[in-house]
């Protein structure tokens, strides 16, 4: 995928600035818009649990709230062995402004990568 190391930069140095400390557990996203602008994202947690934020939710709300809605690519990472999979509530925010070409890669610090659209991430999902 083209872009993918500025993304994976962005995307590994925003989970760095993950506020975790509930979890220790970080996550970065790096938004590539279709303009060309990018967005970077973090968890962000709370002492009230279910208030926490992840990564992929606030790189695609900054987003939003600069009026940029329309996106190429997500580039998502954590330390773990695997490629991080997205939470439920972040596949439903991402249905909501990715369509089909959007390409979400799923990655880890070693770069092991799955690359996937919103269609195989979340088939059947809800949408008014
Ligand atoms: N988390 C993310 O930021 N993105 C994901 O895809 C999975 C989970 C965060 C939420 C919480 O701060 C921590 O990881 C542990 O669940």
Redesign the pocket.
């Known amino acids: 995928m083209n872009n993918f190391n500025m993304l994976y930069k962005v995307a590994s140095e925003s989970a760095e600035k993950a506020y975790?400390p509930y979890?220790n557990?970080k996550?970065g996203a790096a938004l590539l818009s279709k303009s060309g602008d990018v967005f970077s994202g973090c968890?962000i947690?709370n002492a009230s649990y279910s208030l926490?934020c992840?990564?992929?939710r606030v790189a695609i709300f900054k987003a939003v709230s600069r009026g940029v809605t329309e996106f190429k690519t997500i580039v998502?990472t954590s330390n773990t062995p695997e490629p991080?999979s997205?939470?439920g509530a972040?596949r439903q925010v991402m249905s909501e402004f990715f369509d089909d070409s959007v390409i979400i890669v799923l990655t880890n610090n070693n770069q092991v990568k799955k690359e996937l659209s919103i269609q195989e991430l979340l088939p059947y999902s809800f949408n008014l």
């Open positions: 975790a979890s557990f996550v968890n947690e926490t992840c990564a992929e998502i991080i997205p939470c972040c």
